[in-house]
Every structure is written in C-alpha cells, then in structure tokens.
Nanobody, 121 residues
Framework: QVQLVEYGGGSVQPGGSLRLSCAAS????????MNWHHQAPGKERELVAG???????TYADSVKGRFTVSRDNAQNTVYLQMNSLNPEDAGVYYC???????????????WGQGTRVTVSS
C-alpha cells in the first residue's frame, strides 16, 4: 500500500499565502495522478487542483490564478502553493493519489489525513 502524509496547514490572514506538501511512501510503487481536495466546514469535499504523471495540471475555477499545484516525482511529493487566500478557502485540505504497486500488483487510491487551513483576520 501507499501512505500519504501532508504538511503545511496553519492559520493565515486574508490575502496571505500557505504552501502545502504531501509525501507518498510505500514499497515498489508508482504514483499516477496526485490531487488536492478541499472540505469547507459543513460542505462536501471538492477537488481543487491536480497534477498528472506527465505534469499536466487542472484547477477548480475558484482557485485559478491563485493556487499552483506541482510535483516532485523523485520525491513522490506534491505541493499546493496557495496565494491570495480568502475565508472561503478555509477548511481541511486532503491529498489524494492514484497509484500502482508492483509486488503485489495493485491499483489503488490513497488519501492523506488532512491538514487544516484557517483564514481569518
């Protein structure tokens, strides 16, 4: 199996920035897509940004121009740079990765434990 651990959540004022990171670990695996999801208080979890194995990216309309997703394939790590944060961006951010393990051969999806972001003055 593959495990994901997230880092970088915290509290920031409106207009501020945070950088989240998510590292994958396991044995004999390959990560395909890596994505970030956001769950605001009282709302459903939604995809905000993703990056595929070839580096192509996708963003929710609400974060385009403010958030940047990137990955380091050598470190099996995905990052989310969040700028111009506003109170609507607050909540828990979850990392998710689609992966393949080779021994045994398994296609799976892993989720991180979530990291909380607070945006308030």
């Amino acid at each position: 199996q593959v495990q994901l651990v997230e880092y970088g959540g915290g509290s920031v004022q409106p207009g501020g920035s945070l950088r989240l990171s998510c590292a994958a670990s396991g044995s004999r695996f390959r990560i395909n897509s890596m994505n970030w999801h956001h769950q605001a208080p009282g709302k459903e979890r939604e995809l905000v940004a993703g990056v595929s194995s070839d580096g192509s990216t996708t963003y929710a309309d609400s974060v385009k121009g403010r958030f940047t997703v990137s990955r380091d394939n050598a470190q099996n790590t995905v990052y989310l740079q969040m700028n111009s944060l506003n109170p609507e961006d607050a909540g828990v951010y979850y990392c998710e990765a689609d992966y393949i393990t080779y021994d045994p051969l398994v296609v799976g999806r892993a989720w991180g434990q979530g990291t909380r972001v607070t945006v308030s003055s």
